[in-house]
């Protein structure tokens, strides 16, 4: 039997190995016309046909992920991928050592698609579209704040008089950058994300410093989200694109870490906002 088909039949025997090890699987809103944000959350057991992980946190705030929420997940080992649909049964906590930690309880899937090389976030019954991500580098580290505390003030002033349509600071306040590059958003974590950044786009992150992250969750979110972060790790995938991870850097902006944390709720809430979709 041929390698990856024998581990797509034997996704069960994966999900107890990433139980074992408290590995992490990934979760996803199921975004009907939206972007999809997407978080590895550590699966901590599997309990008859349910799954126990970690609820998914943002710049230090809960994600509000409700009861009945239809869910994308996935199990990614190495280069290999597999999707499947899910929703939330309900919230719980997890005892890990003493220490209670807030989880969510998942319905466990009954069978698994393995992603394609050239879809590698789309099945036959699931796919995300992952938010595009404008990536810049920062040859000055404290270069991007303008633009972040001028991005805040307009969606808070169009937030308070009910405007749309906010002016997108971007052409008075984007600072000198280096190299840019049109990137994905892959994985959004507590304190970095990880972009999937195109081959053509590799070579500028070979430098040392900060970058500028510019995350489009339009038309919920009216302007694109300036962040300011610095490369922590690389991988190349099969495809050569670069999934490049980032830790967020608020050190000149502190209080813009809680701004982006409630942004980024608030997104996940619009997703959620329609008819429960529960999954059968």
Known sequence: MPARRSRTERWRESLHELRDRNGPIEISVSAEGGKSLVWRVRLFEIDGGDLIVERPVALRQRVPIRTGTELVGAIAIG???????????????????????????????????????????????????????????????????????????????????????????????????????????????????????????????????AFLLRVDLTPTIALPLPITARLAHCRVDSSQHVHAGFSFDFSNNRAYERFIGEQVCRYVASLQAGPSRRVA
């Open 79 to 209: 280069q290999n991928r597999w999707m499947f649909l899910t929703s939330v049964i309900d919230e719980t906590s997890y005892n890990a050592g003493g220490r209670q930690i807030e989880s969510l309880r998942l319905r466990a899937p009954t069978s698994v698609e393995r992603c394609q090389r050239r879809s590698f976030f789309r099945i036959s019954t699931a796919a995300l579209d992952l938010p595009s991500t404008r990536l810049a580098y920062l040859p000055d580290p404290s270069a991007g704040l303008p633009l972040e505390v001028a991005t805040q003030a307009a969606l808070v002033e169009a937030a308070s008089v009910g405007h749309p349509g906010p002016v997108d600071p971007g052409d008075l306040a984007m600072p000198l950058t280096g190299p840019t590059a049109e990137a994905s958003l892959v994985n959004l974590g507590g304190g970095g994300a990880c972009l999937r950044v195109p081959p053509e786009g590799a070579a500028m992150l070979d430098r040392v410093g």
